[in-house]
């Protein structure tokens, strides 16, 4: 078969539930890059260099260790990534910082097909919860899940999810806490499938509803491994962007 016929053929842009009939298609997504650093005596010095630098950041002071902070990224283009955020890294203050590889997390947001709003789903509500100066707590975490999960009926591994997000829904709904969802297939040094990012007003919510999440069939049963965990509060966020239709 020729090349172009191929990828012609092959769609790979994200789709939500149709409205009215009509497809949602879209071919546009955030990339959210964490990366955390030790050292840091002073995490105010930090906060001119990246409102200076355009980019929408967070950043955040690390609960377990009190010289450490963490930059949350983000980013429409990957180029992004390696252009301008690691422009901003390489310089000072941020070359001075001990930087923890270990707790460096990125990944993309992605559609379910049920999306009722797919652009906000994937562009405007992973800013808002990111970014959201009420809620300054932050638990971010990446999540590996056994392959057999894969070979699960749909409706099957449709049942398994419904379970975690109604707990998640549960939370939100009466404002303890939001998430953001990434997908890191291939993106992860470690090869982990997500990043999850679980943001409130206070810390306890977000304990309690990892300690929650533990008890639902795929955690129990089909998670592989889960973390390292970062934990941290940010000293300051950017505005979030409107995203234009």
Known sequence: ???????????????????????????????????????????ETLIDPVQSSGLECALYSDLNDPCGIGMLTIAESPDTLVEEARSLLRDEPFASLHRKPELTMVGRTYSTGFESDLEDMLLAKPRRNSLNPQWPWAVWYPLRRKPEFGLLSREETGKILGEHARIGRAYARVGYANDIRLACYGLDQNDNDFVIGLVSADLYPLSRIVQEMRKTRQTAKYIQSLGPFFVGKAFWQSPSRKQKR
């Open 1 to 43: 078969m020729h090349p172009t016929t191929t990828a012609e053929a092959l769609d790979i842009r994200e789709r939500g539930k149709p409205i009215d009939g009509v497809p949602q298609v879209i071919d546009r997504r955030l990339y959210m890059q964490l990366h955390v650093f030790g050292n840091c005596s002073c995490p």
